[in-house]
């Protein structure tokens, strides 16, 4: 199984800040990443395809980028809402697996 | 708007079966691959079983392969998963999610709220 590895497993920021949030695969996945933000007690919504490609309603602040094991997810100014836990997932191998979340908090 | 309704969970015994459904609505549900995706309390996901769109290929997490079975029913929009001698550690939100094509593999685009499998005794 290929193993995706979140660095760091949460973090603290105020509003406004600049957040990036990095995924590991144990190989090289070919930009076959989602990413997915989940709220507490919500299910997970996607927020990006391919690596980079914004989900449509999802707001431009949000940008992911990266290629061969290593990709990032990058929210340009923190806002309240985006408060929650973000998971990184790989589709390029068989099973589909996730990293462990990073959880955004307020400083 | 796509909507995806699961139902079924419930406190069960260990050794116990339990059978999960989840209705779908909003769009071809014939069309799409599907899965269920776990989330055991104050942890991350984890796929656990896919069934592409007409129902001839499923596939399962190595945690459950044996004990759980997926199906649909494309008449009635519902999916199912039937979970046999259930363990604690399958305790967890089991989330219904529909695949981007009609194969599996690929990422989710939607998911339902979740219902709640509790095993213990």
């Known amino acids: 199984d290929i193993q995706m590895t979140q660095s760091p497993s949460s973090l603290s920021a105020s509003v406004g800040d600049r957040v990036t949030i990095t995924c590991r695969a144990s190989?090289?996945?070919?930009?076959?990443l989602a990413w997915y933000q989940q709220k507490p007690g919500k299910a997970p919504k996607l927020l990006f395809y391919?690596?980079?490609r914004l989900e449509s309603g999802v707001p431009s602040r949000f940008s992911g980028s990266g290629s061969g094991t290593d990709y990032t997810l990058t929210i340009s100014s923190l806002q309240p809402e985006d408060f929650a836990t973000y998971y990184c997932q790989q589709y390029y191998g068989t099973p589909r697996t996730f990293g462990q979340g990073t959880k955004v908090e307020i400083k | 708007e796509v909507q995806l309704l699961e139902s079924g969970g419930g406190l069960v015994q260990p050794g116990g079966s339990l059978r999960l459904s989840c209705a779908a609505s909003g769009f071809t549900f014939s069309s799409y691959a599907m899965s269920w995706v776990r989330q055991a309390p104050g942890k991350g996901l984890e796929w656990v079983s896919g069934?592409?769109?007409?129902?001839?290929?499923?596939y399962y997490a190595d945690s459950v392969k044996g004990r759980f079975t997926i199906s649909r029913d494309n008449s009635k929009n519902t999916l199912y998963v039937q979970m046999n001698s259930l363990r604690a550690d399958d305790t967890a939100v089991y989330y219904c999610?529909?695949?981007?094509?009609?194969?599996?593999?690929?990422?989710?685009?939607?998911w339902g709220q979740g219902t709640l499998v509790t095993v213990s005794s």
């Open positions: 069934i592409r769109d007409s129902g001839g290929s499923t």
């Open positions: 190989q090289g996945i070919s930009n076959s």
């Open positions: 391919g690596a980079s």
């Open positions: 999610a529909k695949d981007l094509s009609s194969a599996t593999g690929l990422y989710f685009d939607h």
